[in-house]
């Protein structure tokens, strides 16, 4: 077998389960937990922007949607619509476009909106209490809000992906 091949394939599938890890860990426990610490939330969230949370975890997604969209590639000796058109390419390829939204939805709304209620809560730090501190802490509220539900609807299609990788190969 081809060591490129192995290669791709492994990062792949170690950089898959990576990513949906820390979305489904990050979906059920993580927000959650978040949400019921409150403003001392803050504190973790900074602490996961100086570790680049937020920039490591869709660089690894990017990678596992690159190395499936070139193993796709070679399983389907360079897109042929007849081995297209396989239960098995047509699983890969339903798993891969899944992939593929998750990844978008994952940058577009669960990133953007975790980061804009960061950097609103840091702002609204620097305010003495009264009607603007609460309007951006109810503001960053709403961001976490939009991250939290854009976050399980990853999770999800994380999970289906997953499942029809799984199956690819015996369908």
């Known amino acids: 077998m081809n060591k490129v ?6 990062l792949h599938v170690v950089t898959g389960a990576f990513w949906f890890g820390t979305v489904a860990f990050t979906a059920t426990f993580l927000m959650p937990s978040m949400a019921e610490a409150g403003p001392d939330a803050g504190k973790v969230m900074v602490a ?7 920039e490591i975890v869709p660089a690894i997604a990017s990678v596992t949607v690159l190395t499936g969209v070139w193993l796709y590639w070679r399983f389907t000796g360079g897109f042929s619509s007849e ?4 239960r098995g390419a047509i699983a890969f ?3 891969g476009a899944i992939a593929i939204i998750a990844l978008l939805i994952g940058v577009h709304v669960m990133r953007a909106n975790s980061l804009k ?3 609103t809560v840091g702002k609204a730090m620097g305010l003495p209490d009264g009607p603007d501190k609460a309007g951006m802490m109810k503001a ?10 854009a976050a399980r609807v990853v ?17």
């Open 93 to 95: 390829g339903s798993g």
């Open 83 to 86: 081995v297209m058109s396989s």
């Open 5 to 10: 091949y192995l290669f791709a394939r492994i």
């Open 117 to 119: 209620a960061m950097n």
């Open 48 to 54: 996961m922007r100086r570790r680049h949370f937020f």
């Open 155 to 171: 999770a999800f299609l994380l999970a289906t992906t997953a499942a029809l990788m799984a199956l690819g190969h015996y369908v």
């Open 140 to 149: 960053a509220q709403a961001h976490r809000a939009k991250a939290f539900t």
